[in-house]
């Protein structure tokens, strides 16, 4: 989008008594599955309801939240909302949006970072002044640890999610509600999991670097 052209304004979706859901931009019924998408998308929407015209975008978002849920996609740990159904009616109830929406925002940005970092690393091993001077044998080692550096960022991603982990297999069903605070504590330590996945990004590039000067000096 140019910087002089207007912000799109959101797309408004109709639900109807029958649970079908109308977009007005495109005239045609949609599912909840396309909401999904769009959401990927980064596509504004808002839902109304046919009849009233109640915003209820929060609920249908939430319907999306629980389709997916019972796929068997499971992001959200018991004890994430064991705990957030506890600070219903609470006092605390006014302070977790915020916090989650930081934690979430926390999480994008590391996203971004984390993959600007390994793009940068991929653009400067593989850049053509240096893969002209090696041989196709360095340069396919080079790929190779290209597609690590990509797992190593794919694991780094789930270090900022600490409500989306999984519960392993062994741990007890009833587990003990974690107070909001440690959650802070934790999302510290992860970080310092990334920074030593970072440092170990970087001794991949520079001993992917080293096949290539001695194959310069030996010139």
Do not use: C, H, W
């Not at 998408?37 to 980064?42: I, K, L, T």
């Not at 190593?152 to 999610?161: G, I, K, Q």
């Amino acid at each position: 989008m140019a910087d002089n052209d207007p912000p799109r304004l959101p797309i408004v979706i109709k639900k109807y008594a029958n649970r079908r859901l109308y977009d007005t931009e495109a005239s045609v019924y949609i599912t909840l599955d396309s909401l999904a998408e769009m959401v990927r998308a980064g596509r504004e929407f808002v839902v109304l309801d046919a009849k009233t015209g109640d915003d209820i975008t929060r609920a249908v978002l939430t319907q999306i939240i629980v389709e997916e849920e019972t796929r068997g996609r499971n992001m959200l740990p018991l004890a994430f909302l064991r705990q957030l159904i506890a600070y219903y009616g609470d006092r605390m109830q006014g302070v977790v949006p915020d916090y989650l929406e930081r934690m979430m925002s926390d999480f994008a940005n590391q996203q971004v970072q984390l993959r600007s970092t390994v793009q940068r690393t991929m653009e400067t091993l593989l850049s053509p002044e240096v893969s002209k001077n090696l041989s196709p044998a360095i340069t396919t080692g080079m790929q190779e640890v290209g597609r690590q550096n990509l797992e190593m960022m794919d694991r780094a991603m789930t270090l900022f999610a600490p409500f989306y982990r999984v519960p392993d297999a062994s741990e007890a069903p009833d587990v003990a509600v974690v107070p909001v605070a440690e959650v802070g504590g934790e999302l510290s330590a992860l970080r310092a999991e990334v920074a030593e996945l970072r440092r170990e990004l970087a001794g991949r590039r520079e001993a992917a670097a080293k096949p290539a000067r001695r194959s310069r000096a030996a010139k």
